[in-house]
């Protein structure tokens, strides 16, 4: 592996219950520096409800200061055999030091997966030299749903 490559010090991550699915969140923090940065990690986590869900999620994100580019992208793999079909989307939004919105929030990986498949998505930013001078946090919600509330309109 690139030598380059550095993991991410995964600041918050929590997990939530919603009436039509599940979310999950992780933030971290990006610093501010004038070297080009590249920066990856993957986690797994699961989703327990009548129709529970295994995934794994990767991101990796790459900062390169003289062309004023940031670039992330995002895997987001199936891992569990289940028949259901579930809907995902995945938010990425850049927060400022006072956890404000600094770019507005995009998503990736959107649509329907089966067990087994994965999606993956990109977010570029040609412009965004005012991004890379300062602190940032990167926040990804990852939105997994279709799962428990189907089944309980079914029966
Ligand atoms: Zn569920």
Redesign the pocket.
Known sequence: MDSDVKVFHIVFRDQKENPD??EVNYSFTVHRSDAAEMRSFSLDFD?T?A?PSSWSFGFSYEKVPETGKISCSVTLSRKDSGEHILDVFALVTFLDVNGRVARSSESVCSGRIAAGDVKEGCISDNDAADLINQRLAVRISINISN??RSIIRVL
Do not use: I, L
Request: proline residues 0%; neutral net charge.
């Open positions: 699915g599940h989703t409800c129709a799962c428990h």
